[in-house]
């Protein structure tokens, strides 16, 4: 089959020699999906920029030779490479919300894409736009196009970068991680539109991920990429079926994780009834209430101690607004009873000596840990809330240990701050801040999902291990139906509020019951 692109012996190095990209061949066939997997720094962007020479300028190409229509891209004037960026090879970027403009409408911006490589006149060129946004699945869109990115939701933000993508029906189309942003039904929708898209353009994808459940979904061909070499190729099939490299066998294996179930007999420790969070919508001069915004409504559950419950659903199911209410952070009616000890009913000077057995790990640890603050800091501010009579050399030697069961080192990390540290560690340093008080039940909000699936592993494996050794609960949320399958006990199911489904995770993703679980499901491999 004839490649529309090859790579050809490619090596990549920064100015203070260190080799990023070392010595390799990738072929795109045309009309094909060839899929680029690997943990970041593996040299998997690098090797998709190099193609339309956006390299950064630090980075220095030492070999090697990139061909298309016969040329080679890497000695071509920057003149002609211009002309086919956007044009004739095309790219999707992770974030759609960094990559559209704020303050032009989206019109402008597919117009803008369309018109550097095109003489158009404007009626033909509004009625490519409106095409390209109706192909994408905007027609809502289509006829309102003065709006802008900030307007839209992630799946929709995404679509319009996907319409600026074909405008000029290209040859092939680099995704650089284009789903990894999105809730799970989100993702699944611009997967299939992708696929979609390409059959009927018969065009080439380059897709980049670090998720083997998304490329399984779209990718005829498969090159695993570690420490900037391909250690190994071949298709789909091949890959997941009969993986050779012992680290393709652990990405693969990372996919296809089941909780062991959890047999102890153990104590009720948090029950949740008829709990409702419920927006008052007010209008009017005197803001009279009119409705209301049903963010959780009824909702009932239970958690035993070390056990874990995994919450799903997309954006706007209510999962943040479930978690903010059992923290006391946002008003609620029903029950939270933690310990047989209703926190609806209590007074606001008693809740201190609860939260301390509540603890929360947010997704994203960088935002979450102050940059001002170096480690040692961070987790005595909580000691000094909860425990104000430690003694210095206590409160030192909690840090310790606590860092030291994180899998970091007093010594090594104890005076550095957030920027210092890789996303996984950061995320430990998070897990220790929670962790270093002692609770009872840990909520863990995304915790893995800005992570490498290997560093993902890592964490979930951690967790696992501190669940065991201190009886831990976890209340997990994730989007991402292969993490909670692999760490949950329960599973419960949110839309718009409402409970959908709420059973063992063995019925859930074995029997669901709705088409929205089932459609959830249907992003595991």
Do not use: C
């Not at 704020?102 to 033909?124: A, S």
């Not at 696929?195 to 353009?201: A, L, S, Y």
């Not at 959908?500 to 595991?524: G, Q, W």
């Amino acid at each position: 089959m004839s490649s529309i692109v090859s790579i050809n012996n490619l090596s990549i190095s920064f100015k203070n020699n260190q080799k990023v990209v070392n010595n390799i061949n990738v072929d795109i066939p045309k009309g094909k999906t060839i899929a680029i997997v690997g943990e970041s720094g593996s040299g998997k962007t690098l090797s998709a920029l190099s193609i339309l020479r956006l390299l950064p300028s630090s980075a220095i190409i030492e070999k090697g030779s990139i061909n298309y229509n016969q040329k080679d891209l890497l000695n071509l004037p920057i003149k002609e490479i211009e002309k086919i960026r956007g044009n004739k090879i095309s790219t999707i970027f992770q974030e759609p919300m960094s990559s559209l403009n704020p303050l032009h409408t989206i019109d402008k911006q597919i117009k803008e894409v369309i018109t550097t490589h095109n003489n158009i006149n404007n009626n033909e060129l509004n009625q490519r736009v409106k095409k390209l946004l109706r192909e994408v699945n905007l027609d809502d869109l289509s006829n309102r196009q003065k709006i802008y990115s900030y307007e839209l939701s992630g799946g929709q933000r995404q679509r319009v970068m996907i319409a600026m993508s074909i405008a000029n029906n290209p040859d092939l189309l680099i995704a650089d991680e284009p789903t990894t942003a999105l809730d799970v039904t989100v993702q699944l929708q611009i997967l299939e539109l992708l696929k979609k898209i390409q059959q009927e353009r018969k065009m080439s994808i380059m897709f980049i991920s670090h998720n083997l459940g998304v490329v399984n979904k779209i990718a005829d061909y498969i090159y695993v990429m570690k420490d900037g070499k391909i250690i190994e190729s071949g298709e789909k099939s091949e890959i997941f079926n009969n993986p050779k490299e012992d680290y393709t066998k652990q990405l693969v294996s990372f996919q296809n994780q089941k909780r062991q179930k959890n047999n102890l007999e153990s104590l009720e420790i948090l029950k949740i009834n008829k709990l409702k969070v419920w927006y008052p919508i007010k209008k009017g001069i005197f803001k009279k209430t009119i409705d209301y915004v049903k963010a959780i409504d009824d909702i009932n559950f239970t958690l035993n101690e070390r056990e874990t419950i995994g919450i799903v659903g997309e954006s706007g199911s209510g999962k943040t607004s479930l978690i903010l209410a059992i923290l006391k952070l946002i008003n609620s009616s029903g029950q939270i009873e933690f310990n047989k000890i209703n926190l609806n009913s209590i007074k606001k000077n008693k809740l201190k000596d609860l939260r301390k057995n509540i603890q929360i790990v947010f997704q994203d640890p960088y935002s979450s840990l102050s940059p001002r603050m170096n480690v040692e800091e961070i987790l005595t501010e909580g000691l000094e809330v909860h425990f104000p009579k430690l003694s210095k050399n206590e409160k030192q030697k909690k840090i310790s240990d606590i860092l030291n069961e994180t899998g970091m080192n007093y010594e090594r990390d104890h005076n550095k701050y957030p920027h210092e540290f890789s996303g996984g560690q950061r995320q430990r340093i998070a897990i220790a801040r929670a962790l270093i008080l002692k609770p009872k039940i840990l909520i863990l909000d995304e915790p893995t999902s800005a992570l490498d699936i290997t560093i993902q592993n890592q964490i979930l494996n951690l967790l696992q291990n501190l669940q065991d050794k201190y009886a831990l609960s976890y209340i997990f949320i994730s989007h991402d139906m292969d993490v909670i399958r692999s760490v949950s006990d329960k599973v419960l199911v949110l839309k718009t509020g409402k409970l959908i489904e709420y059973d063992a995770a063995e019925i859930i993703f074995n029997k669901p019951i709705s088409n929205y679980t089932k459609n959830l499901i249907r992003s595991v491999i």
